[in-house]
């Protein structure tokens, strides 16, 4: 005698979407079927994502669709709102992509006869903050399948987007970039448009005495102007060649560049000038400055670097020092030429 | 790899036009989101705002704002008069608590901003943005409520049109002789 059998009549999933608002009704049901005494609760246990019971509550009776078998709700925003985090604004750094703690939080749910007698009956979902309205589903399914969206922002001014993982396995990136937790290593060669969602970010510095311009392949062009009278120029570019939304977040990786450093231009005719160029290549946040980097009369030029877990890795910084004690022209061309970029985990 | 819930990019900026950031799921195109970017003029007015979906968006209102005060006097103390040649006043003012309500305009929204923009009437989280355009931290924005009623969602005619709003800005601190 009591309930033999529990069934979940309504779990609001919809198209495999469990992605579900706290800030509108949200109600599952339950279906009891029983013989003798009609049930007059059953249990609903609330676990949260590590799988903790957070607390035990009752469904009411909804309705009885026959003698035997009684439906019970749980109603649950309001009692889910409660174990949800806070979702304010955050500060982010620009161009980066990161998870919205807060903004949704997995739960189990278990329907559980008070007898104990009847199977339990679980159901997994994710709520997040946010509402539907009537005449829509109570759950976020547009948001599930990441349908296409429209944001507006000012000119010059930051803009964020959103995307929903469903699956703990995927590696998310954004315009195209790579994390290495994809493939593990990532190793390319290339000649062609700066890959994965590179894009350059000149930084200028010092004394910078001329302009720059991007080249249509990899090529960063630098045009350096020096002072014919001068014996000595020490004018130099950076470029920080960004990654976006790129982080260390399987453990410590080795990243190598390798690059070039080619005289153009006017350089031809004075061969002594475009191998006394030095290019420098830093890995790593931020522009490092040890005077090791530098290495004299060397066109390609390749620098390892073992990163930590969890450590940025957004920029490639190249820097082209003209830093030379020969005569210059007033006049140098001086291409750049990334040849590689190989990720790997060490 | 990841995380179950929503991952957010932000994005610096962009030049004005239609743009685009594209999410990829294991190096694989996934989903490729609109960013309509509007001219930057100075003066320009951005309000950021949290939608039914929790997700933080931006709109920008033009340069013409106007900015209104709205003192409400705290109290005033009774002066003893001595004499009515110098006693001045009978009753002096403690000083004044202050609204300071700013109001925003929009032109040639259409009805997909609308649409976008019916979430910001109803939003727990308004802010208008005090930076000096250079950059976007925290001390940047200051929250917002919004004070006008009767909003505009849908309109009954045209595709294109202004909407204003009024946002109450929070407390302009006032000395007081208390």
Redo the contacts between chains.
Sequence with gaps: MGISLLSISQDNIVDGSDLM?V?SPLRFLCQATYSGDTPEYIYVDLYDDLDALQETFRAIPYRDISTTVREFVFIAEALLRQYMED???F??????????DG??K?FKLVFRDPDGVAIDETLYF?A????SQFGEYPN?ES?YD??????????????????????????????????P???EIYDEDFSGSLPFGFSVVQTPVDNVVSKETIGTDTVLKCFLVADPLDGINSSYFNFSIEL??YAS??GNIKSTVEASLISAGAAISYQNVGSEMRLYLALGVGNDTDVADYEDNKRTYEKTQVIPEATPLRYIFISVNNHSKSLLPASIDVNAYINSIKIEKV | ????????????????GTNS???????V????????????CTG?Q?V?Y?D?????????FNKYYEKIDNPEELGRTNEFITSIFDAQTDSKSVGYRNKRNISLVAESVTS??LD?LADLWTSP?V?L?IGD?SS???EDWVECKIANADNLVRRRKGDFGRIAIELELPTNFTITML
């Design positions: 608002p800030h979702f304010d604004d500060a982010q750094a620009g161009n980066t992509l990161v998870y919205c903004l949704t997995r994710n997040m903050h946010g509402a976020k948001l990441n349908n296409p969206k429209t944001y507006y922002n000012l000119a010059s001014r930051a803009v964020y987007a959103y995307y929903y993982n469903n699956d703990e396995a995927n590696v998310i990136t954004v315009d195209g970039s790579t994390i937790g994809a493939t976006p939304s977040n399987f | 790899m990841s995380q179950i819930g929503f991952y957010r990019y932000k994005k610096n900026s962009f030049t004005a950031i594209a999410f990829y799921v294991n190096s195109l996934a989903v490729t989101h609109t960013i309509i970017t509007k001219e930057n320009t951005l950021k949290i039914k979906n929790g997700q933080y968006r931006f709109y920008p997909d901003e976008i989280r802010y943005y355009g976007d931290n925290l």
